[in-house]
């Protein structure tokens, strides 16, 4: 089921632009870009994930391993190669090649993820909140008002999440010591304790965070990582010539970052395809008053170059490690995946 709405999801984002802009308008602003500053923007986008693979090294510290970055960096990109042509599969492979390598809990691994994903959303959050500070009459005008109980409620939301997540074992441990089935057939008894099992060993994942003496490493690399995400757009504002016929800047660049990073969080397309393309769009037509074949030809530039480096640099690891990858476990979990949805 989850296939099928993703592919219909994607036809109708597709037809979407279809009926918005014809492929002879985008071609024809395209044909004005400047490539240079085009192809000068692949140097932040491989940085990022350079230093997201160091990032990740930091989160994986505790569980005694020091796994040089590089072998990381081939992992992320493996994970977004898969993310490319699937839904999200990539977190998943992403965990396994560290775990079948380095021979650490997978249980473990995957938690590092899902806690560079709330990281991630963190910041993407502060970002969002920025840009309401900077461009709120633009906001206003263009989304009629910004509700800010909704953004209480989401704070608030963040905050608890992240107590729980700081206090995973303890929470885990107390149920193990107080548990209810105790008293139960030992069969429910065996199943509550090999899940609360797997959550100690979830929360391992989260021990980086508890050590104060990181926090500011780990803050600082994570604005790092999302300062240089901003680079790309402005140097494809400046390829396409935004600066001058909009008036566009870096300011503006963070707020496109913002909506397309929600593009791409939240979309349940394989690599955010044809969602990405009319979300963006859109909230440029609204926001700056862009010309529509513009504002489609730099989703179009902005997804292209994001989507072919990581195929490229990511399809290139994967031929490289492709032995080293548990390939046994991956067709199982496509099984399963195929079988629930």
Known sequence: MKIVLSILLLVVSVYYIFTQITLSEIVNSLSNVNFFWIILSLIPIFLSHWIRAYRWKMFLKPQNVDIPTSKLFSAVMIGYFFNAFTMRFGEIIRPMIIS?????????????????????????FLLFLFTIYVNKNLLEKALTEIDTSQIIIFTAFLIVFMVIILNFKRISI?????NPLKTKTSRLYKISSWFNNKLLSFSEGFNSIKSPKIYFELILISFLIWLIYVIPNYLIILGMGFDTKYNLNFIDAICILVFSGLAITFSPTPGAIGLYHAFVAKILMMLYGIERSDAFAFAVITHFINYISQVAIGGYYFMVDKDSIDQNSIKNFIRKSKQTA
């Open 174 to 178: 107390f149920i193990k010591t107080n």
């Open 100 to 124: 079948n390598k380095e021979k650490i809990s997978l249980t473990a691994t995957t938690a590092t993820i899902f806690l560079e994903r709330i990281i991630d959303l963190i910041f993407l």
